[in-house]
């Protein structure tokens, strides 16, 4: 994985050792496996299959011929903006990555989708460093801390309104913990 770069030009490097073949997004799935499994075909000077006829398979049947087809070779699958991906397209290309023949070189260029992250961690990004200096992944979450604030300003103004003796004061701590317990079960 290559952070913020553009890695179209990584494929004429790579295409010198291994069968290399540049997608621009990896959705929608089906018709980037049908380009997949035709630049394997070219690339191999074999009988590329019409696409009517892979149009007609699904997914799984297509997926099972790129496995059949990448069969004693390597397949570097170049890709750009990672972040674009949803769930069930990161599942499926998730899926692929388990094939022992076939690699992916990707980029991202922002925060991506959660659901996601198991894709994500079938890679190693290169330019860490660069990544980590440019602020992803510094994201901190501040819901806890705002969380007690508003918990402590609703204590003081309830403490302010009221300073009549102690069963104020623990009024006061109860209502203000029932505050913060409600607005954790909102958030969550």
Same mark, same amino acid.
């Given at each position: ?5 553009? /890695? $179209? @030009?990584?494929? %004429?490097?790579?295409?010198? #050792?291994?069968?290399?073949?540049? +997608? ?53 699958? /170049? $890709? @750009?903006?990672? %972040?674009?991906?949803?769930? #069930?397209?990161?599942?499926?290309? +998730? ?94």
């Amino acid at each position: 994985m290559v952070w913020r770069k553009n /890695v $179209f @030009n990584y494929v %004429e490097i790579i295409s010198e #050792s291994y069968i290399t073949v540049y +997608l621009n997004e990896l959705s929608p799935i089906k018709s980037k496996l049908i380009q997949l499994i035709a630049s394997i075909q070219e690339i191999r000077d074999r009988k590329v299959p019409e696409s009517s006829q892979l149009q007609r398979m699904t997914i799984e049947e297509l997926k099972e011929m790129l496995f059949k087809k990448s069969s004693g070779i390597k397949v570097v699958v /170049v $890709f @750009n903006h990672f %972040e674009r991906l949803t769930p #069930s397209t990161a599942r499926f290309w +998730l899926s692929v990555s388990g094939h022992e023949r076939i690699v992916f070189l990707g980029s991202v260029c922002g925060n991506f989708k959660k659901e996601a992250y198991g894709f994500y961690q079938a890679f190693e990004v290169v330019n860490q460093k660069v990544m980590k200096s440019e602020g992803s992944g510094s994201e901190m979450d501040i819901t806890i801390p705002f969380i007690l604030i508003v918990g402590a300003f609703v204590f003081i103004c309830f403490l302010k309104v009221s300073l009549i003796g102690s069963v104020i004061l623990i009024s006061a701590l109860w209502f203000a913990f029932l505050v913060i317990r409600t607005l954790l079960y909102l958030i969550r």
